[in-house]
């Protein structure tokens, strides 16, 4: 079973595959740490929940 991964940004388009998901996660992630040095907290990026859709094809109904 393959995991969707959620939307990071509503500026991500539904039909991005998922590398490009990735990819753009990661790009998020690379500027919440850029942001955050020298600080010693962690980065934090929070993700919508998946929607009602996605979590009944994750569960293969």
Excluded: V, Y
Excluded at 18 to 30: F, I
Excluded at 43 to 54: D, K, V, Y
Aim: no cysteine; glycine share 2%; net charge negative.
């Amino acid at each position: 079973m393959s995991a969707r991964l959620p939307s990071a940004n509503p500026d991500t388009p539904e039909s991005a595959t998922e590398d490009e998901r990735k990819a753009h996660l990661d790009r998020l992630l690379d500027e919440a740490l850029a942001e955050t040095f020298p600080a010693s907290d962690p980065p934090a990026i929070t993700l919508p929940a998946p929607t009602a859709e996605e979590r009944e094809e994750d569960a293969g109904i």
